[in-house]
């Protein structure tokens, strides 16, 4: 079975901080994929990024940069310089390789609410 | 592409109504998850399909619950009896060959009262 723990629940932070969400996953799968989502107070899910198993190296994409290490199952994210338009809740997602039933689809973790603070 | 398109955005309705939710997938995905989001349970998978056929259905809470996909372009889900507990956001995504990632529509907003 997979499982996606987001031990923060809520996070407020002062604007132009920056701010770490965590992210740890389980799965047996030997290839999977990770995701973040964000989801601001409009409601829509909207993608942030997606790295596969056997890709280790951070990403960074502007303010946003991502530190995946297979070594403690995590994927965290880390939001430099925090900005008002920030404030919404994140997901972390992890799916299997496989298209077979309980691997393919997204498991998501309950999300961490971020509120940046002007 | 004008992404995966849901509706309605809202519904409100009675208890014991029936409550069809409806979902466009963006052409050339081969698959296709509904989705519910509640404060109690989060964002849970309640059924999928590849291709048009459904793989997995463990998600789908009792039998009120029902869902199709009679083409590739176009799955439903439907609620019959509707009961208060079901009030929820329903998000429908579609995912490309090659797993590239997920796109969800906009969701639909849905109140049994």
């Known amino acids: 079975a997979q499982k996606v723990t987001q031990a923060q629940t809520e996070i407020s932070v002062v604007e132009k901080e920056d701010v770490t969400l965590d992210c740890v996953y389980e799965?047996?799968?030997?290839?999977?994929?990770l995701f973040w989502y964000k989801q601001p107070p409009s409601g829509e899910l909207v993608f942030l990024i997606r790295?596969?198993?056997?890709?280790?190296q951070n990403e960074i994409s502007g303010r946003y940069s991502w530190n995946f290490q297979k070594s403690t199952s995590s994927f965290n994210f880390t939001i430099t310089a925090s900005q008002v338009v920030d404030s919404a809740v994140y997901f972390c997602?992890?799916?299997?390789?496989?298209?077979?039933?309980?691997?393919?689809?997204?498991?998501f973790g309950k999300g961490t609410k971020l509120s940046v603070i002007p | 592409d004008a992404g995966v398109i849901q509706s309605p955005r809202h519904e409100v309705t009675e208890m014991g109504q029936e409550v069809t939710l409806r979902c466009k997938p963006i052409?050339?995905?081969?698959?296709l998850f509904w989705y519910r989001q509640t404060m109690m349970r989060g964002l849970e998978l309640l059924i999928y399909?590849?291709?048009?056929?459904?793989?997995?259905d463990s998600g789908m809470p009792e039998d009120r619950f029902s869902a199709k996909m009679p083409n590739a372009s176009f799955s439903t889900l439907k609620i019959q009896p509707s009961e208060p507990r079901d009030s929820a956001v329903y998000f429908c995504?579609?995912?490309?060959?090659?797993?590239?990632?997920?796109?969800f529509g906009s969701g639909t907003r849905l109140t049994v009262v």
């Open positions: 052409s050339g995905h081969d698959y």
């Open positions: 790295r596969n198993s056997f890709d280790e």
């Open positions: 799965t047996r799968d030997t290839t999977y994929y």
């Open positions: 995504a579609s995912s490309a060959p090659g797993h590239y990632g997920y796109t």
């Open positions: 399909f590849n291709n048009n056929v459904p793989i997995d």
């Open positions: 997602a992890l799916s299997g390789a496989h298209s077979g039933a309980g691997s393919y689809q997204l498991t």
